[in-house]
C-alpha cells in the first residue's frame, strides 16, 4: 500500500449520475432613489435619541443606588457603634477583674497569720496552743 499506483480514484463517484439541475440566478437589487424628505435624517455628532422607557429605567436605577449607598453606610455606622460599644463593656469587664484580682490579694494577705497575730496582739490576745485542736477524717 505504500505504492502510490495502488491508490485508488474515487474522484468519479463523487460526480452526481443524474443531470445537474440548473442554478437559479441571483439578482442584486440596487436600492431606490427616494425622495429627500423619505431619507432618514441623521442625528447630530455627539447626541443621542433615549426613550422614554430608557429615561424612566435610568431614573429608577439611580434611586436604587442611591438608596443601596444609604443602607450601606448606615449599616456601617451601626457597625461601628456597636464595635465602640463592645469596647466600652470589655474596658468595664477588664476593669472590675482588676479590681476583683486586687480584693483578693488583699484578702489573702489579711488572711496570713503573721497579720492575725499583729491584729490580736494589738487588742491584747495572745494566742494559746492548747485551745486548738486538730480535727481529720
Excluded: C
Amino acid at each position: 500500500m505504500a505504492d502510490e499506483s495502488a491508490a485508488r480514484d474515487y474522484s468519479l463517484l463523487a460526480e452526481p449520475l443524474a443531470p445537474s439541475t440548473p442554478q437559479p440566478e441571483i439578482h442584486i437589487k440596487a436600492p431606490l432613489e427616494t425622495t429627500p424628505a423619505a431619507r432618514p435624517q441623521a442625528i447630530p455628532a455627539g447626541r443621542v435619541a433615549v426613550s422614554a422607557f430608557e429615561k424612566i429605567l435610568l431614573m429608577v436605577t439611580g434611586v436604587i443606588t442611591v438608596a443601596l449607598a444609604t443602607v450601606i453606610v448606615a449599616t456601617q455606622i451601626s457597625v461601628a457603634d456597636a464595635q465602640r460599644d463592645l469596647q466600652d463593656v470589655e474596658q468595664t469587664i477588664a476593669t472590675v477583674q482588676a479590681k476583683n484580682s486586687d480584693a483578693k490579694q488583699t484578702i489573702n494577705e489579711i488572711m496570713q497569720s503573721s497579720h492575725l497575730d499583729a491584729v490580736a496582739a494589738k487588742d491584747g490576745l495572745t494566742f494559746n496552743e492548747a485551745n486548738i485542736r486538730n480535727v481529720s477524717k
